[in-house]
């Protein structure tokens, strides 16, 4: 590999793992409030060694992965890990190590090259030069076998793009462009076939030829995979340890070892040892392991590899992540124009949408902003103010959900592995809306503002684009905010409908805000709709001299507008200012919820 990297070898003694003990499988007067996953787990990983995790279903195969990684979310973790005789820091083992998930999630819209340039910009030392890491990407894509697919885009699983085989090779890749010296795989060959789980255990090797630690959790192998590890670590329910140590020559350790135990019956000739293994270890020979030669040996291997070489140092990097925050939001910025550009089924169809909502409501608002001579004409015009506020904000909120959701899951992977901090990714997801927002807030208020025939004003109409640009960039962000504090797209979306219910409510049209009893008037100015509105029919109708006519009064459309809306010229400079204000709040909030929610529980 033309990037150095250290090799490490990874130490585990006795590492103990408890989680709150789940209301269903509380004994009735029991008083027992924890669940023990993990019991005394030891173990050793080392460079150019490709070890197997094995176990049957609930064995803790990936729950030991997890707590090794660092990846637990919640629980209590016992135990002592080290790296190269170091205690293990998880600020800098982020940093030279990978993690390759069951799950292959990427970005539907980028291609295969382009996956890989994303992780390697962001994880890669700035020392590395542009040119050196992309020779190493190129590399890695040869190492990996994907180098004749370097233009296909990732695509959705199942539907377009990669296939699963190609999908897990891509997952691998994009941990391997960040030189890591220890690789966690989890499941590697789960739910392909003979044939592309071969290719991908073809990958796996080469990877661990390069010298790196590579350590992967297997249910039920073939013959061929099983045979394909170096080491084995057996697990049984309860996470305990029931073999630890070499497979040697067709799992040759593995057999002497089982077949020694009395009443263990002998391997037939051409069975797979992994099925044999399963079977035979049917009982509980976790306590029949910690009596043996075999635990001894692993033992003493942990007690030899936890002493530091003589005058090594322990790992250590003077940033948590490899990019300062300026260049992960610029690499984050990039990513989402790729995956902005290349969803036309999202943006085409939103400028689509723009214009087909444009025409229809100036087609039912026609010249209508010319007459204001009565309170009925004003009450058109206002309305026809009011329907251009919302009638593209709520479709901008709810169109930007599925966005959002889906690219939130690719978040969860890439913040686990380090990649880039919350706020550098959030800002970049907002920040690459506002020109598709401003594409619409051109066309919707070209087409409305000529169609309705409000005055031919240069300021007005800049004023008038400028409240739609605000409002839908407020509309936008909330659609954000919901996914960001919801768990799934569907709940976001019945806890957006129930704010648009309140805004219109109380957005000071259909009741004005001298008529909204006092109790909730506080909620007026909480309601960013009622400040659109109070904005744009100042801007536009809030200075005219033009008399009106009611019943019993007669008055100027100014000093009817201030006397039962308090709407005025002096209102648009505080109306603007608090629709900024609203932008930035719903941004800071969807940023946030990133940082401090995780819905993905592990």
């Known amino acids: 590999m033309i990037l150095p990297f250290q090799p490490l070898t990874m130490t585990f003694s006795k590492v103990n793992y408890f989680v709150d003990m789940p209301k269903e499988m509380r004994k009735p007067g029991s008083m027992e409030k924890r669940l023990q996953l993990l019991s005394n787990v030891s173990g050793v990983f080392t460079p150019g060694v490709l070890t197997a995790l094995v176990g049957e279903s609930g064995a803790g195969k990936t729950t030991l992965m997890d707590v090794l990684a660092g990846r637990k979310t919640g629980g209590l973790i016992e135990g002592e890990i080290k790296i190269s005789g170091h205690p293990k820091e998880q600020r800098s083992f982020a940093r030279i190590s990978g993690y390759v998930e069951q799950n292959d999630i990427h970005s539907p819209q980028v291609t295969v090259e382009e996956s890989l340039w994303f992780s390697s910009s962001l994880r890669l030392p700035k020392e590395v030069s542009k040119g050196q890491r992309k020779e190493f990407v190129e590399e890695v894509m040869r190492l990996v076998e994907l180098d004749s697919l370097r233009q296909a885009l990732v695509g959705v699983p199942g539907n377009t793009g990669l296939s699963t085989e190609q999908r897990k090779r891509l997952t691998i890749a994009v941990e391997l462009v960040a030189n890591p010296s220890i690789i966690f795989m989890d499941e590697p060959t789960s739910g392909l076939d003979a044939r592309a789980a071969a290719i991908v255990m073809r990958t796996v090797r080469n990877t661990v030829d390069t010298g790196r630690t590579v350590v992967c959790t297997i249910h039920q192998p073939s013959i061929d995979i099983f045979e394909a590890f170096d080491d084995l670590l057996l697990m049984k329910r309860g996470g305990k340890v029931i073999y630890g140590g070499k497979l040697g020559v067709h799992s040759k350790h593995l057999v002497d070892y089982f077949q020694g135990i009395e009443g263990i019956p002998p391997i037939v000739d051409g069975h797979n040892p992994a099925t044999w293994m399963l079977e035979v270890t049917a009982v509980d020979f976790a306590q029949l392991y910690a009596k043996s030669e075999q635990y001894r040996e692993v033992e003493e291997s942990i007690e030899q590899l936890s002493i530091p070489p003589e005058g090594s140092k322990p790992l250590t990097f003077p940033t948590t992540f490899a990019r300062n925050s300026w260049s992960q939001f610029l ?107 401003f594409a619409q807030t051109i066309l919707y208020s070209c087409i409305t503002y000529y169609m309705i025939n409000f005055e031919r004003s240069a300021g007005k109409f800049f004023l008038y684009a400028l409240f739609m640009f605000l409002t839908f960039t407020y509309f936008t962000f909330y659609g954000m905010i919901t996914v960001g504090l919801t768990s799934a797209e569907h709940f976001a979306s019945i806890v957006s409908s129930a704010a648009y219910s309140l805004w219109n409510l109380f957005s000071g049209f259909l009741i004005p805000k001298n008529s909204i009893p006092i109790w909730w008037r506080w909620f007026y100015y909480l309601c960013p709709i009622s400040w659109t509105l109070q904005g744009i029919i100042s801007s536009q109708l809030g200075n005219l001299e033009s008399m009106i006519t009611g019943p019993g009064f007669e008055l100027t459309i100014k000093e009817y507008l201030k006397s039962n809306f308090d709407y005025g010229p002096e209102k648009v400079g505080i109306s603007v200012a608090a629709l900024i204000a609203f932008c930035f709040v719903f941004f800071a909030t969807f940023a946030v919820s990133l940082k401090v929610l995780n819905f993905q529980k592990r």
């Not at 723009?354 to 409501?361: D, E, G, K």
């Not at 009638?391 to 992977?413: C, D, K, M």
């Open 331 to 437: 690499i984050c910025l990039k990513k989402q124009n790729i995956v902005y550009w290349r969803s036309p089924q999202y943006n085409a169809v939103r400028l689509m949408f723009t214009v087909i909502a444009a025409l229809i409501l100036g087609s039912q608002f026609w010249d209508i902003g010319s007459k204001r001579d009565t309170t009925q004409a004003l009450f058109t015009v206002m309305g026809a103010l009011y329907s251009a506020c919302i009638f593209l904000g709520v479709s901008n909120a709810s169109s930007v959900q599925p966005i959002v959701s889906i690219e939130r899951t690719v978040f969860y992977r890439e913040k686990a592995a380090g990649l880039y901090s919350p706020l550098a990714y959030a800002a970049a997801q907002g920040i690459v809306e506002l020109p598709y927002i």
